[in-house]
Nanobody, 124 residues
Framework: QVQLVESGGGLVQAGGSLRLSCAASGRTFRSYAMGWFRRAPGKEREFVAAISWDGGGTSYADAVKGRITISRGNAKNTVYRQINSLKPQDTAVYYC?????????????????WGPGTQVTVSS
């Protein structure tokens, strides 16, 4: 069992940067692939970024590629998401997720555990 809690959301101006953290409980955290998803107002949840269990592989959505970095600290049971050059269209609730698949996973259905989400609002 893995429990996830996101933090670091808030209000930021366009062009700014934000780092989200996801703290995981459970001794098996380091064996899970991790991902970030987001749900913008009126839209379905979509993939943002993912990292493999050992941090050796990453994947990013085209909408954020070049502006985002996902990383993990297995010693701290934490995964991070740094995004720069924020745009108003990045406004969304951001979710952290864990997958037992271990490899990089971009498909929402392959994630077994989800955090409650954290709101990010980008003002223009």
């Amino acid at each position: 069992q893995v429990q996830l809690v996101e933090s670091g959301g808030g209000l930021v101006q366009a062009g700014g940067s934000l780092r989200l953290s996801c703290a995981a409980s459970g001794r098996t955290f380091r064996s899970y692939a991790m991902g970030w998803f987001r749900r913008a107002p009126g839209k379905e949840r979509e993939f943002v970024a993912a990292i493999s269990w050992d941090g050796g592989g990453t994947s990013y959505a085209d909408a954020v590629k070049g502006r985002i970095t996902i990383s993990r600290g297995n010693a701290k049971n934490t995964v991070y998401r740094q995004i720069n050059s924020l745009k108003p269209q990045d406004t969304a609730v951001y979710y952290c997720a864990a997958s037992a698949a271990r490899r990089v996973v971009v498909t929402e259905a392959l994630y077994q555990y989800w955090g409650p989400g954290t709101q990010v609002t980008v003002s223009s």
